[in-house]
């Protein structure tokens, strides 16, 4: 499969499209690990909520549907600052892992591999930039300079009048530009 990808379902209509296997818990601790960034909430749950998931095989081998426990998920989150931040689950009969993230307007997966995954190109603002697999990392990661880098939230604390209430946080969310 190469080409453009299609983006039709919301991953949180699980009575009507989503499929056990993207709702499974294995799909759920890899979710958990992209809503986190350095030890903080990145994504609010209503981007989750507005992500859309798309089905495909980034291994080696050729893409069949019936084969849910090798179907990779790609989540695109919510558009931001011109792009997408799109999100990877890697499945396999070894299990599920958090594949890392790409950014960019759209996303095409190429017909190259390395490291045993296919490559992964996306476009944003006329540029386009390639993510490749890395043993190493565990994850994509883009080859060459990055058109975007996940930003890490601000944490603020307001002092308290009293000593038995705990301080709010305020998290803001910094996109660089």
């Not at 081998?61 to 426990?69: A, K, N, S, Y």
Request: glycine share 8%.
């Amino acid at each position: 499969m190469t080409g453009p990808l299609a983006f039709n379902n919301s991953y949180l209509s699980f009575t009507s499209n989503a499929q056990p296997f993207q709702r499974a818990d294995d799909v759920g601790y890899a979710i958990t690990e992209f809503m986190w960034f350095k030890g903080r909430p990145y994504y609010p749950v209503g981007a989750l909520a507005d992500a859309k998931i798309a089905c495909v095989r980034l291994s080696a081998g050729d893409f069949d549907e019936t084969d849910e426990d090798n179907l990779d998920l790609i989540f695109r989150m919510r558009e931001a600052d011109g792009g997408h931040f799109f999100e990877v689950v890697l499945r396999s009969n070894q299990g599920t892992a958090y594949g890392g993230w790409v950014w960019g307007r759209e996303i095409e997966i190429l017909n190259e591999f390395v490291n045993g995954y296919r490559v992964l190109a996306t476009t944003c603002a006329g540029s386009r930039s390639r993510f490749e697999y890395c043993q190493d990392l565990r994850r994509y990661k883009c080859i060459g300079p990055a058109p975007m880098e996940k930003a890490s939230f601000t944490v603020a604390h307001e002092k308290t009048a009293h000593p038995n209430i705990l301080p709010a946080r305020i998290y803001k969310h910094q996109l660089p530009r």
